[in-house]
């Protein structure tokens, strides 16, 4: 595996050790990238907004940017924290497209935030969905029209659990390297 970079794994707030363990072992299976998980950043409180119980994924975004990485490395904010942009109720994800940070907000994707039985395995699944998502879009990868594909717009938690954790065929042609 040739190494094109570092796909930086930066917790914002608390996050559970375990999830980023995860996360990182499955994003090392796609990208060829060395992934690290960086020292948590504090909560969000300059992203709170109170009318909404939410936090702003795009202050967030703004936030991450600030961090000093080589031109070709990426960041992977993850926040285990409710998270919506100005144009949406609620985000599982967001990033600059062909940019360097991406973040995934956790909450939605858990079992318990719709008050039904916990399923680990379907939160990680889950998760590793939204991250791969999200950093496509910092390699410049734009929503695909196949809804199985992983850079499949999710609009709903249904969308995420339909869609595959891969790029689909055509997505990998158009991937700027050669995926894993």
């Given at each position: 595996?040739?190494?094109?970079?570092?796909?930086?794994?930066?917790?914002?707030?608390d996050?559970?050790?375990?999830?980023?363990?995860?996360?990182?072992?499955?994003?090392?299976?796609?990208?060829?990238?060395?992934?690290?998980?960086?020292?948590?950043?504090?909560?969000?409180?300059?992203a709170?907004?109170?009318?909404?119980?939410?936090?702003?994924a795009?202050?967030?975004?703004?936030?991450?940017?600030?961090?000093?990485?080589?031109?070709e490395?990426?960041?992977?904010?993850?926040?285990?924290?409710?998270?919506?942009?100005?144009?949406?109720?609620?985000?599982?994800?967001?990033?600059?497209?062909?940019?360097?940070?991406?973040?995934?907000?956790?909450?939605?994707?858990?079992?318990?935030?719709?008050?039904?039985?916990?399923?680990?395995?379907?939160?990680?699944?889950?998760?590793?969905?939204?991250?791969?998502?999200?950093?496509?879009h910092?390699?410049?990868?734009n929503?695909?029209?196949?809804?199985?594909?992983?850079?499949?717009?999710?609009?709903s938690?249904?969308?995420?659990?339909?869609?595959?954790?891969?790029?689909?065929?055509?997505?990998?042609?158009?991937?700027?390297?050669?995926?894993?």
């Open positions: 595996m040739k190494e094109e970079g570092k796909i930086y794994l930066i917790p914002v707030g996050v559970e050790k375990e999830i980023l363990d995860y996360l990182a072992a499955k994003i090392l299976c796609v990208f060829p990238y060395h992934v690290q998980i960086k020292e948590a950043l504090s909560k969000p409180h300059y709170y907004n109170k009318r909404r119980n939410q936090y702003c795009d202050l967030i975004l703004k936030k991450l940017k600030q961090e000093n990485l080589e031109k490395n990426k960041i992977l904010g993850i926040i285990d924290l409710d998270a919506y942009t100005p144009s949406l109720n609620f985000v599982f994800g967001e990033a600059s497209l062909d940019g360097k940070v991406a973040l995934i907000a956790l909450p939605r994707l858990s079992q318990k935030f719709y008050r039904l039985l916990e399923n680990n395995e379907l939160y990680y699944e889950r998760a590793v969905k939204e991250a791969v998502h999200e950093l496509g910092t390699f410049g990868m929503h695909c029209k196949n809804p199985r594909c992983v850079m499949h717009f999710s609009n938690l249904s969308d995420t659990n339909f869609k595959k954790k891969e790029f689909c065929k055509d997505c990998r042609k158009n991937f700027p390297f050669r995926l894993l």
